[in-house]
């Protein structure tokens, strides 16, 4: 064994280990996005950088031998911003889109994709459950949105985009017709309670958020019935008060209980909901300034005065969301608010931290040029986009699915585990940093059941090295030079036979998804 030292801190790994080894036992979280633990370091990223021995220059930890005595400095400021230059730079040749343009257009943030491709295999009740993850009304939305995410559907640059909102609409109306429609897996209780001061859709969505966390919420609403603004500003033709109903019963369904005809209008009955409950939630749509001031709660420009990071507002214990703090002309965006305000009122009541979201790293690609857009295309079903007609009302399986097949999936399959994505965010990387004008996409090599797309590949060498080990492989190498550089197959081999049956390996071991392999 030897015996060495990390940032002051004693370690001891086994003879002719590498100092990242070393690192790693001691839990430290070292970029390394070129080394495979099968094979010898590639040393072609140099994020993995640490100092040894009080030298000027760093080297990579990977390819770096443990010794007997061995001083490391891995933590610094100094070395973290290296690596932090190393991410950069490959972040800066690194073309492809974390999240799909729709799903960063929807104010709700709804996986679409995802959603779609559980569509296309008729797998429904699971296209549901990714719906009703970020939006709780999905089949009041799929009358009443208009459809902002189909204005940044990519496949709408090339002809007309995917019917994202009706296929939503569809998934949500067949749960609600089925014998047993969709109840999401609650937490277990926490023993707190939660008053949601209006039942409009912000308040809805908070309270359907809140109790999947094990919270007990109790929505509080002036009117008779539940619904707010979608009673008011929706006639029953556009939305029919049948759906409005149910999906208000499966907001109802995971245990919040109501208090209707019931207005706050006073401090002290403001004060009576504050002694009672552990939290408050203000969901109660647009008020003037004169209803602030009279339950005590200090107004900011057109609403409720809150912190933007927690939705605090200015009376201990007592939240804010929604038109309640400023105006949304959209539903899906009182929607996005109310999962947002459960958010913030989740973390006060189990003291755990906010999501920073300002800082969320992410990768874009620039808009597509024709050329760019009709290979981007290549392989996706060609058929228009359905009728209205044909996708309202007693809709087909088939025309539903093939309308969900037209889906580009621009959006990244392995971002769960993309190592430069999560480095990337530990970092606090710049992706533009060194990327020049934009992301432009270059294309993908196909193959049967494998697909490589050339702009994610970050040329680490590890599914060269992964092919030539593994006997029925044709073999990948790396072709051109500097920023040109490529992994490819042989002229005149596929990608599949490049790969032979290191195809799956090769995609689970890719740091970017650059690789990816048909679900089987």
């Not at 409720?304 to 929604?322: I, L, M």
């Not at 599914?463 to 073999?475: F, K, M, R, S, Y």
Request: charged share 25%; glycine share 10%; net charge negative.
């Amino acid at each position: 064994m030897t015996r060495l030292t990390i940032d002051g801190v004693a370690v001891e790994v086994p003879d002719g280990a590498s100092v990242l080894d070393a690192a790693r036992a001691m839990g430290l979280d070292i970029p390394a996005l070129c080394k495979h633990g099968d094979f010898p370091p590639n040393t072609s990223c140099m994020c993995c950088l640490v100092k040894v021995d009080g030298a000027a220059a760093p080297v990579p930890s990977c390819a770096t031998t443990v010794r007997e005595g061995m001083r490391i400095e891995s933590e610094t400021e100094e070395i973290r911003a290296l690596r932090r230059t190393g991410l950069e730079l490959l972040l800066g040749d690194h073309a492809g889109d974390c999240k799909a343009p729709c799903e960063n257009t929807c104010p709700a943030r709804m996986d679409i994709p995802d959603m779609l491709r559980h569509v296309v295999e008729g797998d429904y009740r699971t296209a549901l459950e990714v719906v009703k993850q970020d939006i709780a009304i999905p089949a009041i939305l799929g009358r009443v949105c208009p459809e902002v995410c189909e204005n940044a559907c990519r496949r709408g640059q090339h002809d007309s985009p995917a019917a994202i909102c009706k296929i939503k609409r569809f998934v949500a109306d067949r749960d609600l017709a089925s014998p047993t429609p969709y109840t999401p897996e609650l937490a277990a209780p926490t023993g707190k309670r939660v008053a949601i001061v209006g039942g409009g859709p912000t308040g809805l969505t908070a309270a359907y958020h809140l109790a999947q966390r094990g919270h007990r919420c109790t929505i509080v609403e002036r009117e008779p019935e539940l619904g707010g603004r979608l009673r008011r500003e929706f006639p029953p033709e556009e939305l029919p008060r049948d759906v409005l109903a149910a999906e208000i019963n499966a907001v109802l369904s995971v245990g919040v209980e109501t208090r209707t005809a019931t207005p706050i209008a006073a401090s002290e009955q403001l004060d009576a909901l504050a002694e009672e409950f552990d939290a408050v939630l203000l969901a109660c749509g647009k008020n003037d300034k004169g209803w602030l001031a009279g339950v005590g709660v200090a107004a900011g420009g057109s609403g409720a005065k809150v912190d933007p990071a927690t939705r605090r507002t200015s009376r201990e214990r007592v939240f804010a969301a929604g038109n309640a703090v400023r105006s949304y002309k959209l539903v899906v965006q009182s929607v996005a608010e109310g999962k947002l305000g459960a958010e913030c009122v989740d973390s006060f009541l189990t003291s755990r931290p906010l999501p920073d979201r300002r800082r969320a790293f992410e990768s874009r690609l620039a808009r597509m040029t024709a050329g760019e857009l009709c290979d981007f295309c290549e392989g996706a079903p060609i058929a228009p986009r359905a009728e209205t007609s044909a996708l309202v009302g007693d809709v087909s399986d088939e025309v539903v699915q093939l309308e969900a097949s037209r889906c580009l999936h621009c959006d990244c399959e392995a971002l769960e585990n993309c190592l430069l994505h999560h480095y990337a965010e530990q970092y606090d990387c710049d992706a533009r940093r060194f990327a020049g004008p934009g992301q432009q996409y270059r294309g993908r090599l196909e193959g049967r059941g494998v697909q490589l797309e050339i702009g994610k590949c970050i040329a680490c060498g590890i599914c060269v090295q992964i092919a030539a080990a593994t006997p029925d492989a044709g073999g990948l190498a790396l072709w051109g030079r500097s920023t040109a550089i490529r992994v490819a197959p042989p002229e005149g081999v596929s990608l599949e036979a490049a790969l032979g049956s290191s195809a799956r390996r090769c995609a689970e071991a890719c740091p970017t998804g650059a690789i990816t392999v048909d679900a089987c």
